[in-house]
Structures are given as structure tokens and as C-alpha cells.
């Protein structure tokens, strides 16, 4: 009853948020991975529902993991269309398209066949990923003609603001961002440097209203600053968030991945892309045998008529058709991992010395503090900065020490402590693990990083 009543709390968030946390809080009840199903009152014939619970999915091949793949697909189209999740009407029928294309296949397919997939040549792929290493070592040219484009910015401060955009000449020279007032006094000292190194590039697109956004949640000594950047087109923002996500992590635009990273994020923006090509003729809505109701949230089949819907959903087939089956669910994977709330846990807290909850949402990277009052955000920790963190079991309180004398605790208000702990120690332990798929997983690690009072 009290996650009901807390909602009420919520009066200057947007209905969408207020389901999203409710959603989380009603879903909080996770079984705990230290002990048994018997131990935890799990007996023969009850069912329990299976979901992968830490959002940080290591290299997904459609060749080995068919099975995983549907996993994910299952519980991204139900955290879509149940609103687990926010996302926009454009995304909305994105997804519908997707899903749609998807049964298509499935019904006229054999299930978990890979038949029409494209095989998978390791040595070929080993040699190709060895030469655009090599190539990427010698791509100074291209990393140049690069340096320079004409933007604009905007700096997000604490509290809500109606700053107009500003417009600035910036240089983007490894993993640093400079800008300056023009081209002109490029030559001179920058207005101000933005290192990006482990940064958060979060993507605010649109692109039917042709907006190109970028939010960089920047490392700062009492947690995350937040930059707001503005492209101007498709082109522009590719490149740009393309070399965001590298700089992010310590690699420059001659990476080797630079290029197919804009390539991957200028095919994701033409999916989103509704619009059909001109001279299209108009779908035919008799040719959809399935109900378009079913590949949307409830709220977005209230606001269309059937037939309207169905229109929609097939314009944005066009740019899916030729996907093969596990092409489509590992796109609509992709796109459920580009959303902005993607993986992101809200759990009801009270930090120490505070008078009033508070929001902590819990990441696959880091942790937010949102203020319940404003639903803005106050502070963001990463987790690569926790030096070590406990639980006082006694009082159900965790404390987090951070680089840097950072040290903050907090109650759990709308969960059991151990659900955080959990989340905690279950990321931490997933972000010490390499990409070797051939590395013994270490249970051992993960129930001493995860594991209660025992």
C-alpha cells in the first residue's frame, strides 16, 4: 500500500516518469542470488519470472546467441509496451514496426533457425578487425579534417533554465573538446576545455522536428555536470556523437571503430525516420493481418484510431524490410539500449542528514540522485570512483566511499537494502570482466561482491 501513496510525491513529474518509478518499485522484489528458491519460500508449481536483471550485455553474436538474443528482444518489447520505460511517439512506433516485421518473420520462419543469417567467417572477421587496426593507426588525415566544426552549446545548470543555445566555434582534438567565441580566435586561448574522458553521451533526437542532441554528462569532484550540445543535421551529429562514445573512453576519432560507429548511428537515425521516401504509395492497411493495438503501449492505442495506427506502423516499415530476423531483434535491442532511461533502477531513498526522500536510480555505471520535489537532477557518482562501500544490516543503511573524500549513506525507503547492494556489487563485478569469451566466470567474486550479512 505505501508504494501507491508514494506517488502522490511525485506532482511535478511527467506522467510517463511517475509510471516508470512506480513500475520499478512494484518490480523491486528480486529474489536473492545468495541463498536458495526453498530458502526464500519458493516451492514446487509457483512461478517465478525470469529477467535479466543487470542491463550490461556483453558482445551479443547471432551465430552462438540466438537464445539470449529472443531473451533480450522478450523483455525490451514488454518493458516497451508495458511503459517500463519512457520513450517517445516517434521511438514508440519504431518499436511497432520492429516488432511487427519481426512476427512477420517469425510465423513464416522456423523457430531459433538461422537459416537465412549470413555465416559468420571467423578468420575473415579476425583479419578485418586486424586491418582496420592497422589502417586506424595511420588515419591522422581523417582525424584532422575533423578538428573543426561550427556548433552550438548549452550548459545545463543545477536548477531549471530557459538559457537560449549559444552558438561557438569548437575544435575536437582527441578527447577534448575546446571552444571559442569564433573561428577567429581559434588561434587563442579556449573559453573553456571539456575533457570527456568517462563521460556519459546521452542521445535527445528527434528526428521528425530535425533535432540533433547530444546531453554529456561530464565527471566532476561532487559527481556529473551536465553539457547540452546541438547539431544541425543527421550528418553532423553522427560524427559528432560517434566521437563523444570514443573520446568517452580514452580512444581518439583514428580509432578503427570511429567509422563504422557513425555508419551504425546514421542507420539507427534512418530507421527512426518515419517519413516515407517520396513517391511511395500509400500502405495498404488491409495488407496488416496482426492488430496494430498490439505492438504499442496502451496509451498510444487510446490516442489513434486503428486504421491511423496501422498507417503509421507500416511508413516506418520501409526502413526495416530487408532486415533478416535476428537483424530486426538485435536492432530493436540496440534502440531499447539507446534509450535515455535505458537500465536505469528507481528505488525511493532518505540520504543521511536529509529530512526528505529522495530518488536513487541505479545504472549499469553509476548512481543518481534526483530530487522527488523538482524530478531534477542533483548528483550523479560513477562506480568507477567508489573506493569501497558497506551495509549496516542492523539499520539498513549503505554507505559509499568515493574518490576524492566523497562519502555519502542512504536508507532504503521503497526496498530492502540488499536489492541495492546487489545492484551494486553485480556491476562492479560485470565491469571486471574482459571480453574474453573463453574466461571461467568467478562465482566465487560474485557472491563475496553481492552476497548479505552471511
Known amino acids: 500500500m505505501a508504494y501507491w501513496l508514494c506517488v502522490f510525491l511525485f506532482f511535478n513529474f511527467s506522467v510517463e516518469f511517475r509510471l516508470c518509478i512506480l513500475t520499478e518499485m512494484l518490480l523491486c522484489r528480486w529474489l536473492d542470488s545468495s541463498r536458495s528458491l526453498m530458502e526464500q519460500g519458493i516451492q514446487e508449481n509457483d512461478r517465478l519470472l525470469l529477467r535479466f536483471k543487470y542491463h550490461c550485455f556483453f558482445d551479443l553474436n547471432p551465430k552462438y546467441d540466438a537464445v539470449r538474443i529472443t531473451q533480450l528482444y522478450e523483455q525490451a518489447r514488454w518493458a516497451i509496451l508495458l511503459e517500463e520505460i519512457d520513450c517517445t511517439e516517434e521511438e514508440m512506433l519504431m518499436f511497432a514496426s520492429l516488432q ?189 493481418e496482426m492488430k496494430a493495438e498490439c505492438f504499442v503501449s496502451p496509451r498510444y492505442a487510446r490516442k489513434y484510431k486503428t486504421k491511423q495506427l496501422t498507417t503509421r506502423i507500416l511508413e516506418a516499415l520501409h526502413n526495416i524490410s530487408q532486415l533478416s530476423l535476428m537483424e530486426a531483434k538485435m536492432r530493436f535491442i540496440q534502440a531499447w539500449q539507446s534509450l535515455p532511461e535505458f537500465g536505469i533502477k528507481y528505488y525511493i531513498v532518505r540520504f543521511r542528514g536529509s529530512k526528505k526522500d529522495e530518488l536513487l536510480g541505479i545504472s549499469y555505471n553509476r548512481l543518481i540522485r534526483i530530487d522527488m520535489s523538482t524530478g531534477l537532477l542533483v548528483t550523479t557518482w560513477r562506480f568507477s570512483n567508489i573506493k569501497q562501500w558497506n551495509v549496516n544490516w542492523e539499520i539498513k543503511q549503505v554507505t559509499i566511499e568515493f574518490d576524492q573524500s566523497v562519502s555519502i549513506a542512504f536508507s532504503c525507503q521503497s526496498c530492502d537494502c540488499k536489492v541495492v547492494h546487489e545492484y551494486i556489487g553485480g556491476y562492479i563485478f560485470l565491469s571486471t570482466r574482459s571480453k574474453d569469451q573463453n574466461e571461467t566466470l568467478d562465482e566465487e567474486l560474485f557472491h563475496k561482491l553481492t552476497g548479505g550479512q552471511d
Open 100 to 288: 511487427y516485421h519481426i512476427c512477420k518473420l517469425t510465423l513464416s520462419t522456423e523457430p531459433l533457425t538461422n537459416s537465412n543469417e549470413p555465416e559468420i567467417d571467423e578468420v575473415e572477421a579476425a583479419l578485418s578487425n586486424l586491418e582496420s587496426t592497422l589502417e586506424g593507426r595511420n588515419d591522422k588525415l581523417y582525424s584532422a579534417s575533423f578538428n573543426c566544426l561550427f556548433i552550438s552549446l548549452l550548459y545545463r545548470p543545477k536548477r531549471l533554465t530557459l538559457k537560449p543555445y549559444k552558438e561557438y566555434w569548437f575544435v575536437f582534438r582527441d578527447t577534448t573538446i575546446s571552444y571559442y567565441k569564433n573561428k577567429e580566435s581559434a588561434n587563442k586561448e579556449p573559453i573553456e576545455q571539456l575533457h570527456l574522458r568517462g563521460c556519459e553521451v546521452i542521445p535527445d533526437v528527434n528526428v521528425t522536428e530535425k533535432k540533433f542532441g547530444l546531453k554529456l554528462l561530464m565527471p566532476a569532484a561532487d559527481g556529473m555536470n551536465e553539457v547540452y550540445i546541438r547539431c544541425d543535421n543527421e550528418t553532423q551529429y553522427a560524427k559528432w556523437k560517434a566521437a563523444c562514445i570514443l573520446a568517452s573512453k580514452g580512444k581518439t576519432m583514428a580509432y578503427s571503430s570511429y567509422r563504422t560507429e557513425v555508419k551504425n548511428i546514421q542507420s539507427f537515425l534512418q530507421m527512426k525516420s518515419l517519413a516515407p521516401p517520396p513517391g511511395q504509395a500509400a500502405p495498404d492497411v488491409e495488407s496488416m
